[in-house]
């Protein structure tokens, strides 16, 4: 103790001086260079708040809103950079007081604020609230230049003087600004203008002057300054013929302009100035560090055995202390993702098997190594419950789904036998409706299961026509009508995929819809590319900026893992987990009439063009009694009926249908297909007996009705319905006679 308190009085003279040297740099980082951020900000918004005080129409809102945001962001850092340990431990009890008070004007612009919205002052109060913050800024800075250098104090006062010789501009800009949006001189303005005019002149020459030794560089750009000189002369001009009630004789613009440029040069002198300041200090604490190296050689001898005894002594702690490390590395980068990923996976994990506790002895590190063990415990067994969360919820979702599926399968099948004996167009239209909104409710329900990683009910056996896939998804939309089905060529769908494309269709169709206006048509087209298939889906509503389109697009390629705080998107995790199903890619774009395109592109495996191995008739989806006849319905028309969906989409096959039997003569049944998780297909009566998968011949129609055209039916269609409105009117007509005989 006697070593080192002769080593640090000897040190302490030369220390004291280091400190304050070193104090430059602080005060630098953090209260000049925030403050000087914080001055440009305030500076800006009290031009702001003056002019939209007089004329609001000359700051919208919006703007001042920005300027307002970006004048709090760098309050916040001043408050931030000023309350660090080293700034307080730098700090004199005066400098932290103008801290403090500068704190205080700050919390106080927010008054100011809402008397500049409701315009209940004048511009000259308004200015006023800010000149308050701004002048207890440069009481801070006054504080700064106390240092024991004594040209170092100096040059700092005066880079303050050049400083508030700026402020005094921009309270000139402000004031003029005002008196421009007002439209002419107030009484006293006049004199206030040439008030600040003096002190701003009176204030630069004396800087000039102090600058004469120091720093003639900065003092020969200030005194040739362009922009000074451009100021000076409005300055003159404004002063000479400013008078109460008169218009000012300069331009807003040209006044901004030359202001602009003088505050700008300026700033620039004062930045680089403090810059030389700062390399001028460095020399001299490098004096000061010598001095301080010398005064503690006496020490050194001391210093030295205590640096040995202080090894020898905590070898042993840093070994445990290493082991201890390692472990904290080990669990963060290599057991704890393992134990997540395998959880991801399903698998099961044994807590305690995955943690085996560490030993670092009785001492303090072995009650932090103890203490770690708890830790690293907690945060797997967290992990686990996790997974078990996640999973439960994925099981419940998928459970209301299946039943929700079933309760909608059940409803699809009671409105198909209603369709069937209904004859009156109106209640026939609503029944369709009902279905409408029935297969969409099925698409929810789906979404359900998507969510759980699960694979929905829906599948074909055969490919479809992809201008069919397209009229399915329609059907599951609701403004349907808005949408327009451009040519789609002679292309079909692999039956595995059709179902997730139709869904995944109508989620990206419906999203089209809602999100354009409603007067706005939906265009939907398709065709043949060297990759596949691309179909293009273009809105023409306002459109999403490039960075949501950038979000977006790296949603749907890479989707992360749902979770319950992830649902403000919910259809852009569907289209992801159903295009990554099949391979599908899909991309969102602008579209050139302002709206957004999605383009999906189906890759060549599940795109079967004309010609390959199933004729067209053998692909297309055979239709039940009631699609059929809602499409007939739909093409014919009925009575003051609106149009309804054009549903040629193939169903889910149901209980109370029965698929039609292969010809026993025909070719060999079509290899079964797969699923996406590669389970085949069931092919329904594939292993039936020849003569019980014969036709029956002989019926007393002709024609057998699931063999009919979508052609053919809407003719029959429509020649009963023509026939029968000419009944009606051959009735009314006979009615009406009969009442004349009468």
């Known amino acids: 103790m006697s070593l080192a308190a002769l080593w640090i009085f000897a040190a302490w003279v030369t220390v004291r001086d280091g400190l304050n040297l070193a104090w430059v740099t602080v005060y630098n980082s953090n209260v000049a260079q925030p403050s000087e951020t914080l001055l440009l900000e305030l500076q800006k918004e009290r031009r702001l708040s003056v002019s939209r005080v007089v004329n609001p129409a000359l700051v919208p809102s919006a703007e001042l809103a920005a300027q307002r945001s970006r004048t709090d962001a760098a309050a916040a850092e001043f408050r931030r950079l000023t309350r660090t340990d080293v700034m307080r431990f730098a700090a004199t009890d005066g400098l932290q007081r103008r801290i403090d008070r500068t704190s205080r004007q700050l919390d106080q612009l927010n008054s100011a604020r809402n008397v500049v919205d409701a315009r209940q002052v004048d511009r000259n109060r308004v200015a006023g609230a800010y000149n308050d913050s701004i002048d207890a800024l440069f009481q801070t800075y006054y504080a700064l230049a106390t240092l024991d250098d004594d040209e170092i104090a100096k040059d700092t006062r005066t880079l303050i003087s050049l400083n508030w010789a700026r402020e005094l501009i921009s309270r000139e800009d402000a004031l003029l600004t005002g008196i421009i949006g007002a439209g002419r001189f107030g009484q006293a303005e006049v004199a206030q203008f040439i008030q600040l005019v003096g002190a701003e002149r009176n204030v630069m020459d ?51 302009s030359t202001t602009s440029a003088a505050l700008a040069q300026l700033h620039d002198v004062v930045s ?86 560490l030993n670092f ?33 994925r099981d419940i979702l998928l459970s209301l789904a299946r039943r929700t599926q079933s309760l909608v399968h059940r409803q699809l099948t009671l409105l198909d036998v209603m369709e069937r004996r209904e004859s009156d167009p109106a209640e026939l239209k609503d029944l369709f409706r009902i279905d409408h909104l029935a297969t969409r409710m099925r698409r929810n329900a789906e979404n359900l299961i998507v969510l759980s990683g699960a694979s929905p009910a829906r599948a074909w056996r055969r490919s479809v026509p992809m201008v069919d896939v397209v009229r399915g998804a329609l059907a599951e939309v609701e403004d349907y009508t808005r949408v327009t089905v451009l040519p789609m060529g002679q292309t079909a769908l692999n039956g595995r995929a059709v179902g997730d494309v139709i869904h995944l269709l109508a989620e990206l169709i419906e999203n089209a819809v809602s999100f354009s206006p409603p007067y706005t048509m939906v265009q939907v087209g398709g065709q043949v590319v060297a990759s596949g298939y691309a179909l293009e889906i273009e809105d023409r509503g306002l459109g999403m900026s490039p960075d949501d389109l950038e979000s977006a697009n790296q949603r749907i390629a890479d989707p992360p893992e749902f979770n319950l705080s992830s649902t403000a998107r919910l259809g852009l995790y569907v289209v992801s987990r159903l295009a990554e199903r099949h391979g599908i890619r899909v991309s969102l774009k602008a579209s050139p009439y302002g709206g957004t395109t999605a383009v999906v592109l189906l890759p060549r495996e599940l795109v079967m063009e004309n010609g390959d191995e199933q004729p067209e008739q053998e692909t297309r989806p055979r239709l039940d ?9 739909a093409l014919v028309g009925a009575p003051d009926a ?9 169903p889910v096959p149901r209980a109370a249908e029965t698929p039609r039997p292969e010809p026993a003569a025909g070719p060999e049944p079509p290899a079964a297909s797969f699923t996406p998780s590669g389970l085949p297909f069931r092919v329904p009566q594939a292993s039936l007996a020849p003569a019980l998968a014969e036709e029956p011949t002989g019926g007393t129609e002709p024609e057998d009705e699931e063999d009919r055209s979508p052609e053919d039916i809407r003719k029959i269609m429509g020649s009963f319905q023509s026939g029968t409105r000419r009944g009606r009117s051959e009735a009314a007509k006979l009615l009406g006679e009969g009442e004349d005989n009468l």
Do not use: C
């Open 206 to 256: 004396l800087a000039q002057a102090d600058l004469e030794e120091p720093l003639p560089d900065v003092r020969r750009r200030l005194k040739n300054s362009a922009a000074l000189v451009r100021l000076h002369d409005l300055e003159d001009m404004v002063a000479e013929q400013g008078r109460p009630g008169l218009r000012v004789p300069v331009s807003g613009e040209q006044w901004q």
């Open 272 to 357: 680089g100035a403090g810059t030389t300041m700062i390399d001028r200090a460095a020399p001299v604490a490098a004096g000061v560090i010598i001095r301080l190296v010398l005064a503690g050689v006496l020490g050194l001898v001391a210093v030295i055995a205590s640096v040995i005894l202080s090894i020898t002594t905590a070898r042993a702690l840093v070994r445990q202390l290493e082991k201890l490390r390692e472990a904290a590395l080990e669990l963060a980068n290599e057991r704890l993702p393992g134990v997540v990923a395998r959880l991801a996976q399903g698998e099961k994990v044994d807590v305690h098997a995955e943690v085996p506790p």
């Open 361 to 393: 002895g009785p001492d303090v590190i072995g009650q932090v190594g103890a203490a770690f063990n708890t830790v690293q415990e907690t945060a797997i067994r967290t992990a686990v419950e996790e997974a078990q969360l996640r999973q439960s919820i």
């Open 625 to 633: 009694r009631r699609e059929r006849g809602a499409r007939e319905i």
């Open 642 to 650: 609106d149009p309804l969906p054009v549903q040629e989409v193939v």
